[in-house]
């Protein structure tokens, strides 16, 4: 873990990303790898880096205005891998300018219904600017950490998140908020940043490394046991990049760390009898 208090890490990743709303032009993308203030903050494999970033999603996004695809700020395709149907709800973790939320209002149709969840005003005010540019009625904004969300238990059918639980201090309040909101039956399915092996603790405590979604990261089976823990079952991780292999039992690495863009799926199982 990171010496850096959970308080800390809120406030830095929330004026980094209030800043990322607040500056953002259409002519020039949004990155959580690399603002005004943080000029590189992924890490010195920048190629890597554009790996995980970059050529997002197989779902169309050609139906958005610019001033959401621009605000884009995942590292994975959650709309695909969740496989959505018309009348679900579905509740995104870590909402920001609404890209996946509008998606998913798209896919579960007028009966269905969406809610992202952020702790930033500025990206929630954002998101619903946004939402009045692409005009669905089936999808709304509430501000909130997603280690303690406003939501009522067994009320989503579906979580999605974009390169966001990496950001919290505290996962293992993450997947427990995640359960406890979901149906029972109800099903998670992410992209995010995870590792193979571990960050020391000097790694951790760079501050930019933390808000540009690296340093966040967890170790793959540090990532599973917090899930297990919070009751899911059925859990996946596979690496974006190599989606054939699974990597949910996986092993650390003895030396280094190994940084992807990983598919992460679960269950919370139905209740018995």
């Known amino acids: 873990m990171s010496n850096l208090s959970p308080d800390k890490i ?20 949004a990155s959580c790898c690399r ?3 943080d000029n590189d903050c992924c890490g010195a494999d920048n190629d890597q880096a554009v790996e995980m970033f970059a050529n997002l999603y197989q779902a169309d996004t050609n139906w958005l205005p610019d001033e959401v695809t621009g605000m884009s700020l995942g590292c994975g395709d959650p709309i695909t891998l969740a496989n959505l149907a018309e009348g679900l709800t579905v509740l995104d973790l870590g909402s920001g300018g609404g890209i996946d939320c509008f998606m998913a209002a798209r896919q579960v149709g007028p ?10 005003e500025a990206m929630i005010a954002k998101a ?4 009045a540019k692409v005009g669905l009625d089936n999808v709304e904004f509430r501000l909130g950490q997603i280690e303690d969300m406003p939501v009522e238990a067994n009320s989503v059918d579906v979580i999605i998140s974009n390169c966001v639980i990496n950001l919290a201090p505290d996962k293992t309040a993450v997947f427990r908020e995640a359960f406890r909101v979901l149906k029972p039956g109800g099903r998670l399915a992410v992209s995010d940043i995870v590792t193979q092996g571990h960050f020391t603790p ?11 979604c690296i340093a ?46 990983a598919r992460v799926t679960a269950v919370k199982p139905k209740a018995e009898g």
């Open 111 to 120: 009966a269905g219904h969406v809610i992202g969840v952020d702790m930033t």
């Open 10 to 29: 809120h406030e830095e990743v929330k004026a980094k990303y209030g800043r990322i709303a607040d500056e953002f032009k259409v002519e020039v993308s």
């Open 128 to 131: 619903n600017r946004n939402k």
């Open 216 to 261: 966040g990261a967890e170790d793959v089976g540090d990532y599973v046991s917090a899930m297990r823990a919070a009751g899911f079952t059925n859990i996946s991780v596979r690496d974006k990049a190599a989606p054939e292999v699974e990597l949910a039992n996986s092993l650390s690495l003895d030396v280094g760390v190994r940084v992807f863009s």
């Open 202 to 212: 000097q790694e951790r405590a760079n501050m930019a490394s933390w808000t540009g």
């Open 35 to 37: 603002d005004s203030v």
